[in-house]
């Protein structure tokens, strides 16, 4: 059987370690590679390299950045007193685009699953107490864990550790998405919602 | 409401199919193994997302085919829905409307089914696991808020017992997020078993009218419930939540030595009882029978009660498991309000003059002929 040459068999090789990319869309973002400006090649490889080499995460919020601590960390315009709980640093990205929270942030790079082996000492709890310690001006700690069961244990699991130490902690509400119809939302979002209502 | 059309593709033995119901009476009549169950089977999958005899939807797949679909058309007071399951090895997709559903709670309570198969005769003797899902099937076909506490408590248990070992084990040492998992269990497990009690209650009313026509008033029928000492008190939800969350307290060592959650919604039981005594102990096999005739009857008038619909009820091999007294109560009770399908690989076990104008359909290797079409049916139109 006809074999490529190992310089593309290779490059199919490393594409199909990316997610939900089989054989066929490797084959074919390879040979695409191909037919690539020299320049554009050379910077897709440098970029990589860099991405993986360069950034790390915060030392003091566990957000991805390429510089220690991270821009939102050192940046003294930022409203010391609240820090904001995220499962993933992306979800600060998303929450950063509303452009409306000044405050600071805390990742914990995953939520509490025994079954998927994230005890307490896995996920990034520890350096949110130690911080809490440090910094007697944080005065509220948002929390910002999924919707999901684990995403809920672990938003009333950091309360029962925190709370003791008299700062208040609040959890992001539930509700309808904004512009959406009644008619359309689904059966979960509508109890929630409604379990979630306030007075007007 | 009731299933006006249905269409299979690459569903178990049919390869293609395209069949319209009567809103009454509809008999499937074919020998053994030709897909008699398999035509219910799809009905059922419709309406639940799931199969009734089996966890694994690869073996709803028609054998050498990637995908299965099954397609209908609902009728109901306010109107037609159109609804539609793909069925992959890698997963099923729902549309209500032809609109993709993101979850299964917004599917579910589209169409609403009664399924009685001779499994079901053994409802009142069997193991307490057979009752508890059918009461969550029941259920939370009613009530969106019902499936949704139940999916919830399923995925908290699961890492409440996974932690319980872990504890055991020495691997975890962190008693807080035992407390922490432990009060989302009875948040969702209150709630569980609250609306089990209610609807049971509800239900019992019912089961126990039909039972004493079943009987001609010779038995009186009610449920009892069964859940630890330590929850009989508590009557609302709130209660039931202290309760539970007292319990788990109590039980905490010997949980964490057994690695498993000892209480709750996922232990408990539902004991018939007729004058005054339990069936399953008591009660001769006919009585027993009889018992889970009433029951799912039962639930068909309880269906109409909370959504305000009737469902369809499906009736799988079970005529020529009843006497012909039982037999009349079934289709007799139902016959111009409930669509009932019904397999029988004979007509004569059918007790004929109940039944009015049947669409009787003949199943053979996965193909449908219709043999009578019956009365009102919608090819008329
Ligand atoms: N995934 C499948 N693909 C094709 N045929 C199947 C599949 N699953 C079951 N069958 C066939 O369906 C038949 C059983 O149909 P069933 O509806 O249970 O019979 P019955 O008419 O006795 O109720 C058997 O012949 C079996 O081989
Ligand atoms: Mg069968
Ligand atoms: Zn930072």
């Not at chain 1, 690539?36 to 360069?54: C, E, G, I, R, W």
């Not at chain 1, 609240?82 to 000044?102: G, S, T, W």
């Not at chain 2, 099954?70 to 109901?76: A, E, H, I, Y």
């Not at chain 2, 039962?298 to 109409?304: G, N, P, S």
């Amino acid at each position: 059987m006809l074999q490529y040459p190992e310089p593309i068999a290779k490059l199919i090789d490393s594409y199909m370690k990316l997610p939900g990319i089989g054989e066929k869309t490797a084959t074919r973002l390879a040979f695409f590679t191909l037919d690539m400006p020299q320049d554009d090649v050379d910077d897709f490889a440098q970029n990589l390299h860099d991405a993986k080499t360069k950034l790390h995460f915060c030392s003091i919020c566990g957000n991805i950045t390429d510089q220690d601590p991270c821009v939102i960390c050192s940046d003294p315009t930022r409203d010391q007193s609240r820090i904001l709980v995220v499962e993933q640093p992306k979800d600060i990205m998303a929450l950063e685009r509303m452009n409306e929270y000044h405050g600071l942030y805390h990742v914990l790079h995953g939520v509490l699953s025994p079954t998927t082996g994230k005890g307490p000492e896995d996920i990034n709890i520890k350096s949110l107490l130690t911080r809490l310690q440090q910094h007697a001006e944080v005065k509220e700690v948002i929390i910002a864990t999924n919707a999901t069961p684990e995403g809920e244990s672990t938003a009333m699991y950091l309360a029962r550790l925190i709370k003791p130490a008299g700062i208040k902690v609040t959890r992001l509400a539930y509700g309808l998405a904004v512009g959406s119809d009644i008619e359309y939302a689904d059966a979960m979002t509508l109890i929630k919602a409604v379990e979630g209502r306030q007075e007007m | 409401m009731y299933l006006d059309a249905l269409t299979l593709r690459h569903f178990r033995n049919y390869d293609s199919l395209s069949v319209t119901f009567s809103p009454g009476l509809n008999i499937l009549l074919g020998e053994n193994a030709q897909g008699k169950t398999n035509l219910l089977e799809a009905i059922y999958v419709l309406a639940l997302a799931r199969s009734h005899r089996t966890h694994n939807d690869h073996e709803l797949i028609e054998w050498g085919a990637d995908s299965a679909e099954v397609t209908g058309r609902v009728v109901k007071s306010s109107g037609t829905v159109p609804l539609a399951l793909t069925l992959t090895k890698k997963g099923k997709k729902a549309t209500v409307n032809h609109l993709e559903q993101p979850r299964l709670s917004s599917y579910l309570g589209q169409l609403n089914v009664v399924l009685f198969a001779p499994e079901d005769l053994n409802l009142v003797k069997g193991a307490p696991s057979a009752r508890r899902r059918f009461v969550d099937m029941e259920f939370g076909q009613m009530s969106p808020k019902y499936l949704y506490n139940l999916t919830q408590y399923r995925a908290i248990l699961r890492q409440r017992n996974k932690y319980l070992r872990q504890l055991h084990y020495h691997q975890a040492h962190d008693l807080v997020y035992l407390d922490v998992l432990s009060d989302q269990l009875a948040g969702f497990g209150a709630e569980i078993i609250h609306t089990r009690q209610v609807l049971l209650d509800r239900m019992m009313v019912f089961a126990d009218h039909l039972h004493g026509e079943i009987t001609q008033g010779k038995e009186k029928l009610t449920f009892r419930y069964v859940l630890p000492n330590e929850l009989a008190d508590a009557h609302t939800a709130q209660d039931l939540y202290q309760a539970l969350l007292a319990l788990y307290k109590k039980l905490r060592d010997r949980e964490i030595d057994q690695s498993v959650t000892l209480a709750g919604p996922h232990r408990d039981d539902v004991t018939f009882i007729t004058n005054g005594k339990d069936v399953s102990a008591f009660g001769s096999q006919g009585q027993q029978r009889t018992t889970a005739l009433s029951v799912k009857l039962a639930e068909i008038e309880l269906m109409k009660e909370q959504t305000g619909e009737y469902p369809l009820l499906l009736l799988d091999d079970v005529l020529s498991e009843l006497d012909t007294v039982r037999q009349t109560h079934l289709l007799a009770t139902f016959q111009s309000k409930v669509q009932t399908f019904l397999t029988t690989t004979d007509l004569s076990g059918v007790a004929e003059d109940i039944v009015h104008d049947p669409r009787i359909m003949t199943i053979a290797d996965g193909q449908l002929t219709v043999t009578a079409p019956g009365a009102g049916h919608a090819d008329s139109e």
